[in-house]
């Protein structure tokens, strides 16, 4: 039995993926996928399982997802399904198909939150106004 494991990233959420041979079940933190909310982030989380099409019936997707919000779960999960889609299948089509559609599929965003400064009244780049009256 073929198991593939994967991980994706998004700003501080991490996504743990595992796919082996199934009947097309899907989980996201022990969830099926159809139940997961809010809706939008369902939505993200089921592009790479559209894109893939029939490939999916075959697999059974587990995903285990920790920090970050809402948002930047959905999307690390989206990455780390992606990635173990393409490693589970050895397919070249099915990786150009990815990154047609949207690269930030199978490429993480390595984009962070800008670290704090001193003096700066708590933001990264906002100073302190002077004022001379």
Known sequence: MKIVQATGKRKNAIAKVTIKQGKGIIKVNNVPI????????????????????NAVDKVNIN??????????????????????????????KLKDQFLKYDRNL??????????????????????RQKSYR
Do not use: C
């Open 34 to 53: 159809d139940s997961y909310q809010p809706r939008l982030s369902r939505l993200k989380l089921k592009e790479p399982l559209l894109i893939a099409g």
């Open 63 to 92: 995903v285990n997802v920790i920090g970050g919000g809402i948002t930047s779960q959905a999307e690390a999960s989206r990455l780390g399904i992606a990635k173990a889609l393409v490693e589970f299948s050895k397919s070249d």
């Open 106 to 127: 199978l490429v993480a965003d390595v984009r962070r939150k800008e670290t704090h400064k001193p003096n700066r009244h708590g933001k990264a780049r906002a100073k």
